[in-house]
């Protein structure tokens, strides 16, 4: 059975840190690329940033320059370090991969960003 956990969310200040995980189990992702999504209620999710399996990476202009994706297929999991955070970051953030014609998602990690 596949699981993708997210882990990491809290309640930070504006300006501070976060450093958010996504473990995987079940199958091995060291081929596909990996993605990092958030979500406001009420609102669309939107794609925060990717990491594909020859490490290119792709940020949201919201994100660039503040965030950083990385993986460590060792230990089947992706990190998204999270710098100089915003009220606006505010959100559930998921992680999200995609194996052929399956579509996999984790239950998502709260981040709140206080002003």
């Known amino acids: 059975q596949v699981q993708l956990v997210e882990s990491g969310g809290g309640l930070v200040q504006a300006g501070g840190s976060l450093r958010l995980s996504c473990a995987t189990s079940?199958?091995?992702?060291?081929?596909?690329?990996m993605t990092w999504f958030r979500q406001v209620p009420g609102k669309q999710r939107e794609l925060v940033a990717t990491?594909?399996?020859?490490?290119?990476?792709n940020y949201a202009d919201a994100v660039r320059g503040r965030f950083t994706i990385s993986r460590d297929n060792a230990k089947n999991t992706i990190y998204l370090q999270m710098n100089s955070l915003k009220p606006e970051d505010t959100a559930v953030y998921y992680c999200?991969?995609?194996?052929?014609?399956?579509?996999?998602w984790g239950r998502g990690t709260q981040v709140t960003v206080s002003s």
């Open positions: 999200r991969v995609i194996w052929g014609p399956l579509d996999y």
């Open positions: 990491i594909s399996s020859d490490g290119s990476i």
């Open positions: 079940g199958r091995r992702f060291s081929s596909n690329t």
